[in-house]
């Protein structure tokens, strides 16, 4: 029996009185109509940056453009034909280390929040983290309204590892001053790929 299993027992043996959990069925979380105006206005509100591209639009253009300065280009996604290492051919993450831009695919972005869910889809997820910058790429049919439903949906990968990322790393502990780009990477943009 683990501690926590031990210690759990002995606050149910000690449990006088007990109480339903309430019906949360009802709760269903907010929708949104606007889907990419909603998903444009909350990357903004927590220091992101949202991008809407057609199938028509030049993928790797459109991040050269955002990240001209980027020489170290990190990605193992087939269609980025702009990547200069590929993240599944490096043996140990600190070799990561120095990477300008790294381009991923997320598997849903929540309209609620603008948080993001990446599983694990590189071999070294580190490559996340150790980015300057972050480029995310999303389908328009990605994009969910709440949490509630994104916790339906998410999936862990072949890796068994997962993160919501939203927006670029900051703190606010120090000095009551926010820092962005503290641990992780100092800008995200997270490019929504419609069929339009």
Partial sequence: MSSKDEILGRIRKNTKQRYDLPDLSALGGITYTDRLGRWGEVMRQVGGDALELGGADDLNAAILRRYPDAKVIASNLPEITIATINPDEVSDPRQLNGTDLAIVRGELGVLE?????????VRQKALYFVAEYLVILLGE??????????????????????????GPSKTADIEQALVVGAHGARGVTVVVLTNR
């Fill in 113 to 121: 929040n603008g948080c993001v869910w990446l599983p694990q889809n």
């Fill in 141 to 166: 049919e990605q994009l969910v309204n709440n949490m509630h439903e994104a916790y339906r949906r998410i999936a862990m990968g072949d890796y068994g590892f997962g993160t919501f990322i939203s």
